[in-house]
């Protein structure tokens, strides 16, 4: 089976900076997207950032211009770094992922799921 595994939240000051991670592991064939999402309490979870297999990449509008989606396809890895965060960005964030899973000698499986989600507190 394939697993999503986030890391990296915390509690910080407004202002500060976070850098969330978020491992793929399994038998995995290719990754066609990947993204990150968040849900503050009593909200409805929503789009963060997204990255797709060939680096098309799409913000939130109350992100942009201060968090940083990125990956490392060798380590299966999607990264948001988040700077300058304040009070709303306070949530769980969770990673998503759209993965074929298979060794490639054989039928392949496609996989979608979430991970756990990792807690960010943003507050004075």
């Known amino acids: 089976q394939v697993q999503l595994v986030e890391s990296g939240g915390g509690l910080v000051q407004p202002g500060g900076s976070l850098r969330l991670s978020c491992a793929a592991s399994?038998?995995?064939?290719?990754?066609?997207?990947m993204g990150w999402y968040r849900q503050a309490p009593g909200k409805q979870r929503e789009l963060v950032a997204t990255?797709?297999?060939?680096?098309?990449?799409n913000y939130a509008d109350s992100v942009k211009g201060r968090f940083t989606i990125s990956r490392d396809n060798a380590k299966n890895t999607v990264y948001l770094q988040m700077n300058s965060l304040n009070v709303e960005d306070t949530a769980v964030y969770y990673c998503?992922?759209?993965?074929?899973?298979?060794?490639?000698?054989?039928?392949?499986?496609?996989?979608?799921?979430w991970g756990q989600g990792t807690q960010v507190t943003v507050s004075s």
């Open positions: 998503n992922a759209q993965i074929l899973s298979g060794n490639g000698s054989g039928p392949l499986r496609l996989y979608a799921g």
């Open positions: 399994g038998t995995i064939f290719s990754i066609t997207a």
């Open positions: 990255i797709t297999s060939g680096k098309i990449i």
